[in-house]
């Protein structure tokens, strides 16, 4: 048990996926896990652990931005032992061959500060994902025929964003999408020698202004969810 997660031991897996929603981390245990049982409840933030094809996984709510996943990511690896972390949430799409609906895998994260920005001082650290877990959520997502892009992504720590400017040079230089997570989990991933992906399904457009209705999002989700189940032990 840590300040933040009640688990006892044993009772997280060495896979976690982590949905910022702690009800989308109910929706997917229940929905992908067999015999669920929840391991966290403090705060409200919820963690299942089940097993998917006779694998063990934890399904655990990270909250939103990078300071609420730090807390959590942390005390899954260090004080639970995970070992493999991937991000499974929403995105906005900042280019314009990225439909709303499509996956985005995530081989880098740009941002202007993480949690972990202090410990490098002048360095600009270069966040990445885990190759071997990238090539196998790609190879998953293309047996499924599920439009996917891998690239850089950008992780914002302001939802409501006010700098146009920035959002144009993110454009320019090819950043897929923006959330707000990835960045510090693949520090923290890579600080500690976990392996660490983000999965994400664009749920709206920076320059269409689409949105995906509310409807469509379990459907979509479902597959980011199979893709990384499928990366996991791929």
């Known amino acids: 048990m840590t300040i933040h997660i009640g688990a006892a031991p ?3 897996a060495k896979t976690v996926l982590l949905p910022g929603d702690p009800y989308r981390a109910r929706w ?3 929905t992908f896990l067999d015999s669920p049982r929840l391991v966290n409840e403090v705060r409200g ?5 089940g097993t998917w094809r006779g694998h063990p996984v934890t399904i655990h709510g990270s909250g939103m931005g990078m300071p609420s996943l730090s807390i959590y990511a942390n005390e899954l690896i260090r004080d639970y032992g995970a070992t493999t972390l991937i991000r499974v949430g929403s995105a906005g799409g900042m280019q314009h061959r990225v439909k709303v609906r499509d996956v985005v895998l995530a081989t880098t994260a740009s941002s202007l500060s993480t949690p972990s ?4 001082r002048e360095v600009n650290f270069a966040p990445c994902a885990d190759f071997g877990l990238l090539r196998a959520a790609w190879d998953a997502a293309q047996a499924k025929g599920i439009a996917t892009h891998a690239g850089g992504i950008y992780s914002s720590d302001t939802f409501y964003d006010e700098r146009p ?3 144009d040079q993110l454009q320019r230089h090819g950043v897929l999408c923006v959330e707000m997570e990835t960045a510090e989990l693949y520090t923290l991933a890579a600080r500690h020698g976990a392996r660490a992906l983000a999965v994400l399904t664009i749920s709206d457009h920076l320059l269409t202004h689409e949105a995906l209705p509310a409807a469509d999002r379990e459907r979509s989700f479902g597959d980011m969810i199979e893709i990384a189940l499928t990366a996991a032990f791929g």
């Open 10 to 12: 044993g009772d997280i």
């Open 28 to 30: 997917a245990a229940a």
């Open 45 to 49: 933030m919820l963690g299942y652990t």
């Open 117 to 120: 920005s202090g410990i490098f």
């Open 165 to 167: 400017d920035l959002n």
